[in-house]
């Protein structure tokens, strides 16, 4: 029996590859955010996930940053 996040009640995880295609970069611009400690993620095993409020905090950031 699979068992969807949504029906458990959790928030969906996403991927390196999942955010190189929301945020329309590289995945070496993704790995390079993770190195430089602004995207913060999950380690599940030895992959790395990520929720939407860690994409949020990046999103912020990086507004924050363009406009000083």
């Given amino acids: ?5 949504e029906a458990l009640g959790l928030e ?3 991927t390196i590859k999942d955010l190189d ?3 329309q970069v590289s995945t ?3 790995y390079r955010l993770i190195k430089d400690g602004v995207l913060t ?3 599940i095993g030895q992959s790395l996930r990520f929720t939407r409020k860690n994409i949020e905090d ?3 950031l990086c507004v924050v940053c363009a406009n000083q």
Avoid: N
């Avoid at 029996?1 to 996040?5: D, F, K, L, Q």
């Fill in 12 to 14: 969906p995880l996403f």
């Fill in 58 to 60: 990046l999103v912020e």
């Fill in 28 to 30: 070496t611009t993704v």
């Fill in 41 to 43: 993620g999950t380690r």
């Fill in 21 to 23: 295609t929301y945020l």
């Fill in 1 to 5: 029996m699979e068992m969807r996040a």
